[in-house]
């Protein structure tokens, strides 16, 4: 199974950065996709971005502009850098991976890494 470990949380003032790190088990490459969700409390976990296998990218629509999906095959890391961050972005960000092994698709989750951002 593959296994992704988050870190880079942290508390930032509004208006600052912060870029979250995802280190994975296995060659990165090999991953159908990656992605942040975040879960703020008393909501529902949602989708921030995605990184797809041949590089395309998707966003929330509330983080265009101000955050950015990446990878690093020879790291086998994924990012996620933080801009102008925003009191609303305060969340525990999860790394997510989707990937084929064994004749199916199957899904792994980091533990979660706390950002918060204060006014």
């Known amino acids: 199974q593959v296994q992704v470990v988050e870190s880079g949380g942290g508390l930032v003032q509004a208006g600052g950065s912060l870029r979250l790190s995802c280190i994975t088990s296995v060659r990165i490459s090999s991953i159908n996709a990656m992605s942040w969700y975040r879960q703020a409390p008393g909501k529902q976990r949602e989708l921030v971005a995605t990184?797809?296998?041949?590089?395309?990218?998707d966003y929330l629509d509330s983080v265009k502009g101000r955050f950015t999906i990446s990878r690093d095959n020879a790291k086998n890391t994924m990012y996620l850098q933080m801009n102008s961050l925003k009191p609303e972005d305060t969340a525990v960000y999860y790394c997510f991976a989707n990937y084929y092994s064994l004749g199916s698709y199957s899904d792994s989750w980091g533990q979660g890494t706390q950002v918060t951002v204060s006014s």
């Open positions: 990184i797809f296998s041949g590089g395309k990218t």
